[in-house]
């Protein structure tokens, strides 16, 4: 029997950055099949609705042919159970994530401990990334063509820029 390793990249993705989507594609060459899953982060208020960051997450990974994008509105060790995922992707910037990350790793391991929380190191060149980064920039009409994928740039100056 064919058995598929499935991992889930959880994410705001408000919006996906060049660092999330390195993230992404490394995460899709270690494992089967790849959902990156728009998960709903209480304690930031986001730009875009879900909808909108599926579609550009959909856009950003179309070349990735083992990739999904999915929302959820409940908790991720929920989702990663009901998909039977064997792993929880997240990217590791600086030391200054850790903390956060390794405690929501653990509070994932305790309530589902099939799914291993595996972190990937950022690239060098996307270290000081990130989509609140990303929105500041674009809001004051800095230039964000080289931190967000190309197939999403114009839709995101334009949103952003308004
Ligand atoms: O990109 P972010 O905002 O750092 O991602 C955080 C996210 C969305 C992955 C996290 O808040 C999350 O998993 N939300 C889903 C609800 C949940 O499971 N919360 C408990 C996490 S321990």
Same mark, same amino acid.
């Given at each position: +029997? ?6 889930? $990249? ?12 390195? %993230? ?12 990156? =899953? @728009?998960? +709903? ?5 986001? +730009? ?5 960051? $599926?579609?550009?997450? $959909? ?9 999904? %994008?999915?929302?959820?509105?409940? =908790? ?27 405690? +929501? ?5 305790? =309530? ?5 929380? @595996? ?28 931190? @967000? ?14």
């Amino acid at each position: +029997m064919l058995f598929l390793k499935l991992a889930i $990249c959880p994410g705001s993705f408000d919006p996906i950055t060049n660092g999330h989507l390195d %993230v992404i594609e490394r995460a899709s060459k270690l494992f089967d099949k790849v959902v990156v =899953l @728009v998960a +709903m982060n209480a304690s930031k208020n986001a +730009m875009f609705t879900p909808e909108e960051r $599926c579609e550009l997450l $959909c856009r950003a990974t179309v070349h990735l042919p083992n990739v999904e %994008v999915d929302t959820y509105s409940g =908790l991720l060790a929920d989702y990663a159970r009901e998909r039977g995922a064997v792993a929880i992707v997240k990217g590791l910037r600086a030391m200054s994530d850790f903390e956060y990350e390794f405690q +929501m790793a653990l509070t994932n391991r305790k =309530l589902n401990p099939y799914a291993e929380t @595996v972190f990937l190191n950022t690239s060098a060149e996307n270290m000081y990334l990130s989509s609140s980064m990303v929105k500041q920039i674009a809001r004051f009409g800095g230039d964000i063509s080289s931190f @967000v994928p190309s197939e999403i740039y114009e839709e995101v100056k334009t949103r952003l820029c308004k």
